[in-house]
């Protein structure tokens, strides 16, 4: 076509006359045995291979009309120019940056999330897989191999003898003794000096060998163990309290060893090492029970220096507790392919918990010095005490330095899937220059916060269109403080002087659950603390926990089932799907029956009331079945229980319970007292 042809005679120009042919190219029919095509050369268009049949009719569409097959011989056409001509295609729309706003510093997921100022995305983040955490390996096979070289980390007997002056030697013996603690791995044992700190605040190493005497005998015995020794006469726990009720060292040593005992022939028989298999998630127990020894004996003897920091800047410090932290893990969907990143880490608590609890590479960035080495120290201990409890964890990475500016952080964003940043205190300008770095984070990550980086309410207009913020879509949630309410010491009451009548409590209110199943309010609670317990930490209270942890959650209420085949019949009950998970209010009804069963079959009425109240009395007496209980033993357990309790009060203890006097409690109004306090329902 020629579009420059000179004007006629006329004087008007003719207009370009396009002429368009249709042209019908013929399919070859490929070769049976032909070699795969290869690549067109740079510049040519690749042709899309066809099936020679797929145009054809089919048997039942030979009986149709003349003009529909040739209507469908000219979409033949029609399609095969444009294989060659290409077809454009509308492109996707890019996946926008998430950010989650979390207000509080502290847990409990609220039941209410508030939409932000802008829509969600329906679609759902691509990132995540659903199954992941099924395909995490928890057991490190290193923690027991028998060449394994030993551990270097803090042992608890260091931790006191490093500062020696905050300790002194249990029931203010002489001298003092020491224990050995057996770990579930071949790594080693860990020494413990059997003190006592002289503030409460202080490290405990005899709570810690009871707590974690209790969290292996949890988490690593078989079912059939464990609940042998977390109820009833051979509890390792209920042992060593007796043991510090009757100030007797050598028999609060006597049970340790029995524990090691217990768990080396576990370790050496391959038997701890199949219940990790088995599992590919932590409880937060657990997860709480290691991060406190590791930061019992490196931060928290040092915890002063970190308030040397300038009030009223960017750089004020400040912690999260594990359970928000494990909140955040659930709402953003983190897994153990993924990769975490905290700004302004701290000690690097936050970085440690990702790796232990998700086992994602996690990294973690600081500016003040004395959180930076706080933190090595942390991550040091954390490498060798995750190997002592025989537990595979993601790698720890921690930079020092500014997070602005430092270089390796652009990198780190643009691999990121989940990025923390406690920003609550942070100025204005340092908030802005997050923002903007935020621009290079790949589509579907997610980044937290505990202040929002676009304003509440924040709508797109032409006066803002070209803000940073409108590239972002943000999310709410509303959390809760976990802190308990500081008890009020009650006023000192002066001798002979008539005392006002108590207030009655405040009475529980049972849940809409726990009256269909007849609870009462402290059952409810000691059930929904026991699935907690075994639940992973991506489940809420009704998420629901595996089916082969029944069996163990029902030990744990003291209510274990008789034989396999009701173990079969419960399963069958709560799961009939076989779902592999048991949601709690299906947990809620079984739990419910057989703890009523227990409590109407397990020694009945009176005679289980009565053996009770010897037990209780039995506490207070330091295993005296006769006598009374006085003043100097409730000075005593008050002393144990590290409460400082008046004397005034521990008086009117002793004369609530005698009606006026100050001989000491009898067995008889002892049981009494347990009685008006409720014990017994």
Not at 354 to 363: H, K, P, Y
Request: proline letters at 6%.
């Amino acid at each position: 076509m020629n579009w420059n042809k000179p004007s006629t005679t006329s004087g008007n120009a003719n207009k370009p006359v396009i002429r368009k042919t249709t042209v019908q190219v013929p399919v070859a029919e490929p070769a049976a045995n032909s070699a795969p095509t290869h690549a067109p050369a740079s510049g040519a268009i690749p042709a899309r291979r066809r099936d020679p049949n797929r145009f054809q009719l089919s048997q039942t569409s030979r009986t149709k009309s003349k003009g529909a097959a040739t209507s469908r011989s000219n979409a033949v056409s029609r399609r095969a120019l444009d294989s060659v001509r290409g077809v454009k295609r509308k492109s996707a729309t890019p996946d926008v940056n998430q950010f989650s706003d979390e207000d509080g510093d502290s847990s409990e997921v609220g039941t209410t999330d508030s939409e932000a100022s802008r829509k969600r995305p329906k679609s759902s983040i691509s990132s995540v897989d659903s199954h992941s955490e099924s395909r995490r390996k928890l057991v490190s096979d290193d923690a027991f191999r028998e060449d394994s070289e030993p551990l270097s980390f803090i042992h608890g007997a260091d931790a006191t003898s490093a500062y020696a002056a905050k300790f002194k030697n249990a029931f203010d013996d002489d001298d003092y003794s020491s224990v050995e603690l057996v770990y579930p791995s071949r790594n080693g044992k860990e020494r413990f000096d059997l003190k006592w700190p002289k503030t409460k605040d202080d490290y405990n190493p005899m709570m810690d060998v009871m707590n974690t005497v209790e969290s292996l005998v949890t988490f690593y015995f078989p079912e059939e163990l464990s609940g042998e020794y977390l109820h009833g006469n051979k509890a390792f726990r209920g042992r060593l309290n007796r043991a510090m009720q009757r100030e007797s060292i050598p028999e609060w040593i006597e049970v340790v060893e029995e524990f090691n005992s217990v768990l080396a022939p576990l370790i050496h028989d391959g038997t701890i090492q199949r219940e990790l298999r088995q599992r590919h998630s932590l409880a937060l127990k657990w997860i709480e029970r290691i991060l406190m020894q590791i930061c019992e004996r490196t931060v928290s003897p040092k915890a002063e220096k970190l308030n040397a920091y300038k009030v009223g800047s960017s750089n004020v410090y400040g912690e999260l507790l594990p359970r928000l932290v494990t909140d955040i893990f659930r709402k953003v969907q983190l897994n153990h392919e993924q990769i975490f990143i905290d700004l302004g880490s701290g000690v690097g608590n936050v970085v440690l918990q990702a790796a232990l609890e998700i086992g994602c590479e996690s990294w973690g960035i600081e500016q003040l010095p004395t959180p930076c080495e706080l933190a090595e120290m942390q991550v040091q201990e954390f490498r060798a005490r995750t190997q002592l409890w025989g537990l595979n964890t993601g790698t720890v990475n921690l930079l020092a330095g500014d997070m602005t500016t430092h270089p390796s952080i652009p990198a780190l964003l643009q691999r990121a899937d989940v990025v923390l940043v406690n920003n609550q205190a942070f100025q204005p300008d340092l908030n802005d220059k997050l923002l903007n770095m935020f621009l290079d984070l790949k589509p579907g990550a997610r980044v937290v916060s505990l202040k929002p980086f676009v304003p509440v309410g924040h709508k797109m207009a032409m006066r803002n269109v070209d803000s940073v913020v409108n590239q972002f879509v943000q999310q709410s949630f509303e959390y809760f403080s976990e802190m308990p309410p500081k008890r009020k010491q009650p006023p000192a009451s002066t001798r002979g002087a008539p005392k006002p009548p108590a207030a009655a409590p405040p009475t529980k209110r049972r849940s809409k659950l726990a009256k269909e199943h007849n609870l009462t309010p402290d059952q409810e609670a000691e059930i929904a603390e026991a699935f907690s317990l075994f639940s992973a930490p991506d489940d809420t209270a009704h998420g629901g926990i595996a089916t082969s942890e029944i069996r163990r959650c029902l030990v744990a209420l003291n209510a274990p089932p008789a034989n396999q085949a009701e173990m079969n019949e419960i399963l069958a009950t709560v799961d009939p799907e076989r779902t592999g998970r048991v949601g709690y209010e299906y947990f809620v009804a079984v739990a419910a029956l057989k703890m009523q069963a227990r409590q109407a079959g397990g020694g009945g009425g009176e005679e289980r009331e009565r053996e009770e109240v010897g037990r209780a009395f039995r506490l207070f007496t330091l295993g005296r079945e006769e006598g009374v209980i006085g003043l100097g033993d409730l000075r005593r357990v008050a002393r144990e229980l590290r409460e400082e309790v008046p004397e005034a009060v521990l008086e009117d203890m002793v004369r609530e319970a005698t009606g006026g006097g100050l001989g000491g409690v009898g067995r008889e109004e002892f049981e009494g007292v347990m009685r008006r306090a409720g014990v017994f329902g």
